[in-house]
């Protein structure tokens, strides 16, 4: 069972920068991709970031390009989510997840999440 662990959330204002962690052994075989989602209160989870591991092919959700980046740290096995000009329609909680059979945008195909790590960004 490969677990995930996040972490590096707070509360920033607006403008903010935040650097979120997540820390996975190998990320589980099934599939090479690592993917940033989050979720506000009463919305659904929604894809912002991910990263094919051995390409290090990247893709960012439109709402987040310029502003967040995804990046790894294949030694340390851990994906990072780097958060720069936060808004507070950024405020979510923010998870990692692994293992689709392919790199993509549903949730439901995810095999690993971790917990969460809370971000919270006033105005």
């Known amino acids: 069972q490969v677990q995930l662990a996040e972490s590096g959330g707070g509360s920033v204002q607006a403008g903010g920068s935040l650097t979120l962690s997540c820390a996975g052994a190998?990320?589980?075989?099934?599939?090479?991709?690592v993917a940033w989602f989050r979720q506000a209160p009463g919305k659904e989870r929604e894809g912002v970031a991910r990263i094919v591991r051995n390409t290090e092919s990247t893709w960012y959700a439109d709402s987040v390009k310029g502003r967040f980046t995804i990046s790894q740290d294949i030694a340390k096995n851990t994906v990072y989510l780097q958060l720069n000009n936060l808004k507070p329609d950024d405020t979510a909680m923010f998870y990692c997840a692994a293992g689709p059979p392919y790199c993509n945008w549903a949730p439901g195909t995810y095999m690993y999440w971790g917990h969460g790590t809370q971000v919270t960004v006033s105005s």
């Open positions: 190998d990320f589980g075989v099934r599939s090479d991709c």
